[in-house]
T-cell receptor, first 108, second 113 residues
Framework: KNEVEQSPQNLTAQEGEFITINCSYS?????LHWLQQHPGGGIVSLFM???GKKKHGRLIATINIQEKHSSLHITASHPRDSAVYIC??????????FGTGTRLQVFP | EPEVTQTPSHQVTQMGQEVILRCVPI?????FYWYRQILGQKVEFLVS????????KSEIFDDQFSVERPDGSNFTLKIRSTKLEDSAMYFC???????????FGPGTRLTVL
């Protein structure tokens, strides 16, 4: 069983739609990362959070430590948001344990 | 904005050859990591490094792998005798502190023929 599960695996949306990507984990964590991976392969850190909610532009990340669940929301989605979004948790050590990613495609 | 850099961006090598992948961390970062991603799979942890020592390593990081920071700037991953299954994207990540946000380099695509 994967320690970090994401849903959905694939997501398509029309420009302007509100997007939600979910992440559930089964281990105790100190923090959770949301990462973005573009087709070229590079990984960009979007958020690191350990409680509550963070917002950056059109992106919002929330985490519920008791339920071991986090969500990434994208408001007013745009084709340039098309990428793979990866949830990664920092367990008892500082290594990251990654989910399999959610592939998002936003069409004009 | 400071960023992590990696060289080369793409390395093609013959099976059995040694390769060295290089990473330049953000200047005030003290914690260094290597991760890899085999095509179509999720990213996996290889090794963490702090204070010139390995902090933790995964089962993947066997005797064929080594890391060092020889000159206080470059952080390197060496694979002594590459295998076909070492073909992957290798990412360096660095952080200011142990449980701080990790920043990733653009990756090195290693192809072993």
């Amino acid at each position: 069983k994967n320690e970090v599960e994401q849903s959905p695996q694939n997501l398509t949306a029309q420009e302007g739609e509100f997007i939600t990507i979910n992440c559930s984990y089964s281990v105790g964590i100190s923090a959770l990362h949301w990462l973005q991976q573009h087709p070229g392969g590079g990984i960009v850190s979007l958020f690191m959070l350990s409680s509550g909610k963070k917002k950056h532009g059109r992106l919002i990340a929330t985490i519920n430590i008791q339920e071991k669940h986090s969500s990434l929301h994208i408001t007013a989605s745009h084709p340039r948001d098309s990428a793979v979004y990866i949830c990664a948790v920092m367990a008892n050590t500082d290594k990251l344990i990654f989910g399999t990613g959610t592939r998002l495609q936003v069409f004009p | 904005e400071p960023e992590v850099t990696q060289t080369p961006s793409h390395q093609v090598t013959q099976m059995g050859q040694e390769v060295i992948l290089r990473c330049v961390p953000i200047s005030n970062h003290l914690y260094f990591y290597w991760y890899r991603q085999i095509l179509g799979q999720k990213v996996e942890f290889l090794v963490s490094f702090y204070n010139n020592e390995i902090s933790e390593k995964s089962e993947i990081f066997d005797d064929q792998f080594s890391v060092e920071r020889p000159d206080g700037s470059n952080f390197t991953l060496k694979i002594r005798s590459t295998k076909l299954e070492d073909s992957a994207m290798y990412f360096c990540a660095t952080a200011q502190g142990r449980n701080n946000e990790q920043f990733f380099g653009p990756g090195t695509r290693l192809t072993v023929l």
